[in-house]
């Protein structure tokens, strides 16, 4: 077990490049299954959840060949298993993105079998828009004893007009994906548009697909018999560059956030300003810049092009020390996205949580302390806190951040922050917190 120390106060300044989009990449790789020949994906992130995915395609078969750390050639041309075998459970329970495998396997043979997946505990995460879509496209669906079972009647899904009650990133994908090799056209109506939804769009277009729409809030699909293979290069990673973004707003300094689609980042920017960041956007970089007080602000998260669910905890964690009161306001998840609250306090913070908003009221500085990631975001906040507070702060559990950021201490390193990942000694339990 590994925890990282973080020595703050320090500012940050020179350049960091962004990697590929980790929620652009968790649904490409299950995507590939479809694809006959070879699929190969540059600007892939190397983080613990591509790796699992990848895992999980090599133990059905797939051919997967690493180029280099970011560059994989996966062949699932020979792939025959529609059933993940029992050795697979502990992967696909590991991740949130191991139920696109459904969408893909129905795509592929007309049936499919996993476990109910895993990631981020935000309480409650239904499924219901994934069934009710795949249900439409002609697959009976079984969700029960921690499995789902899908099976499409004659083999082979049938194209539907689809409306989602509900704006669903999943949702969106694993239709997108079952549709992809479906029979006749299918419109799905009322999608999400983040980024990550054009570039599997893209990806399955360059791989033979006709995908359309996708960034609206209709996507059509005219189905084809089977995707070919091709090359892919990802996009950037969003959540990525706005968490390097709010720790340059938090810990001060001038950092170039390089290999970014400054566009995505419009939200995150047009915020940090209203907070007294300098912001300056170049082609494929934006220039951060924090020397003065940050100014409080109010904001709610919302689907793209809204303010980013996963960049909440991240901005109440700048926000923790901007003179007067903001208040963050969690538009996307019902409940479960502020247990970073109880971590940041240990440090000092005055943060109340009520109802969907956390009321912080901004305190002259944070000091370090012994806190956890309490999941993937919630683990970028308290590094963000830590960076910007007086004294040493310890981040333990963090499993979480590795799922989501490559190589963190590395990038912050670079950057002149005073950030280490060091072994947790034997006799200490995982679970231990002093705080
Ligand atoms: N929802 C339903 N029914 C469904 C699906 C979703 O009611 O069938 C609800 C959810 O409960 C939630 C809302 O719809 O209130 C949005 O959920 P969505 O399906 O969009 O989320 P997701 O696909 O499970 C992805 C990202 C999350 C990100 C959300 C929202 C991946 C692997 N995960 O989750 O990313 O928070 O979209 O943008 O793409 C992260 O990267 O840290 C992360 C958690």
New binding site residues.
């Given amino acids: 077990m590994e925890k990282y120390v973080i020595h703050g106060g320090k500012p940050l300044r020179g350049s960091v490049e962004i990697s590929g989009a ?2 652009a990449a ?2 490409i790789i299950p995507a590939a299954l479809m694809v006959h020949g070879v699929c190969r994906l540059e600007n892939l992130p190397e983080i613990s ?1 591509t790796d699992t995915l990848l895992h999980i395609l090599t133990y059905l078969g797939a051919k997967v060949n690493m180029i280099n750390r970011t560059t994989v050639e996966l062949d699932c041309t020979h792939v025959q298993m529609d059933i993940l075998p029992e050795r697979m459970w502990a992967l696909t329970r590991k ?3 191991s139920y696109y495998l459904i969408g893909a396997m129905l795509g592929r043979f007309g049936k499919a079998r996993t476990t109910m997946p895993g ?2 505990n ?1 309480g ?9 879509g795949l249900t439409a496209l002609g697959a009976e669906m079984d969700v029960s004893g921690g499995f789902i079972t899908a099976s499409a009647g004659d083999g082979r899904l049938k194209g539907t007009t689809i409306y ?10 694993n239709i997108m994906i079952a549709a992809a090799t479906a029979e006749g056209r299918t419109v799905i109506e009322n999608v ?1 548009r ?1 980024p ?1 939804i054009v570039d599997l769009a893209n990806f399955l277009n360059s791989m033979g697909a006709d995908v359309r729409g996708a960034g609206t809030d209709v996507i059509k699909i005219r189905g084809v018999s089977q995707l070919h293979g091709g090359t892919y290069t990802l996009i950037p990673d969003q ?1 990525e560059a706005g968490t390097y973004m709010a720790a340059v707003a938090a810990a001060g300094g001038a950092v170039r956030v390089s290999n970014v689609i400054p566009k995505h980042l419009e939200c995150i920017s047009s915020k940090l300003r209203e907070m007294n960041v300098e912001v300056e956007e170049g082609d494929d970089y934006v220039l951060v810049r924090r020397d003065g007080p940050l100014h409080q602000v109010n904001l709610k998260t919302m ?2 092009p809204g303010f ?3 960049m909440q905890p991240q901005m109440a964690a700048v926000l923790c020390c901007a003179p007067g009161d903001s208040i963050v306001t969690e538009g ?3 409940n479960g ?1 502020f247990r970073y609250v109880g971590e940041l306090k240990k440090m000092g913070a005055q943060i109340e949580v009520e109802d969907q908003s956390a009321f912080v009221h901004g305190v002259d500085h944070l000091t370090g302390a012994v806190v956890k990631a309490c ?3 919630a683990g970028a906040a308290v590094v963000i806190a830590g960076l910007a507070a007086g004294g040493v702060t310890e981040v333990e559990d963090i499993t979480y951040i590795e799922r ?1 950021y490559q190589d963190l201490v590395g990038k912050f390193r670079a950057l002149g922050a005073d950030i280490q990942c060091v072994q947790i000694p034997e006799d200490r339990p995982a679970n231990w917190n002093a705080g």
């Fill in positions: 980790k929620n968790v649904a959840d991740i949130r993105a990631g981020c935000f409650l995460r239904p499924i219901d828009q994934h069934i009710k989602l009650d509900k704006v669903s990133v999943g949702a969106t994908i999400a983040e990550h959540i689907p793209y980013p669910t996963d996307v998840w019902a996205r999941d993937l975001r989501g």
